[in-house]
């Protein structure tokens, strides 16, 4: 089963910029989709989704700021987020969606000081 480590979180002030990582410790050419969600005290939201023809989506709130990508050959997935806003703090997760279920990263932390 692949396993997902995410990196690249960190603190950041209100506007700046972070890129999160998600290597996959195998191929995520058969997966439908990896994604990003985050996690605040009391709320999961769904950011971003590339699936595996490379259609992307994003929630409505980050549409214009945040760009997911991947790396077919490094077996890894980015979500580059720009103008970043405190309300962004939170908890990133990668997800992969493998079919029957969703299989989920350790999460990294991004803080976004006002």
């Known amino acids: 089963q692949v396993q997902l480590v995410e990196s690249g979180g960190g603190l950041v002030q209100a506007g700046g910029s972070l890129r999160l990582s998600c290597a996959a410790s195998?191929?995520?050419?058969?997966?439908?989709?990896v994604g990003w969600y985050r996690q605040a005290p009391g709320q999961r939201e769904s950011v971003a989704r590339i699936d595996s023809g490379g259609k992307t989506d994003y929630a409505h709130s980050v549409k214009g700021r945040f760009t997911i990508s991947r790396d077919s050959a490094m077996n890894t997935v980015y979500l580059q987020m720009d103008s970043l806003k405190p309300e962004e703090t939170a908890v990133y997760y990668c997800?992969?969606?493998?079919?029957?279920?969703?299989?989920w990263g350790r999460g990294t932390q991004v803080a976004v000081s006002s």
């Open positions: 195998r191929s995520i050419d058969r997966v439908n989709a």
């Open positions: 997800t992969a969606d493998v079919g029957k279920y969703y299989i």
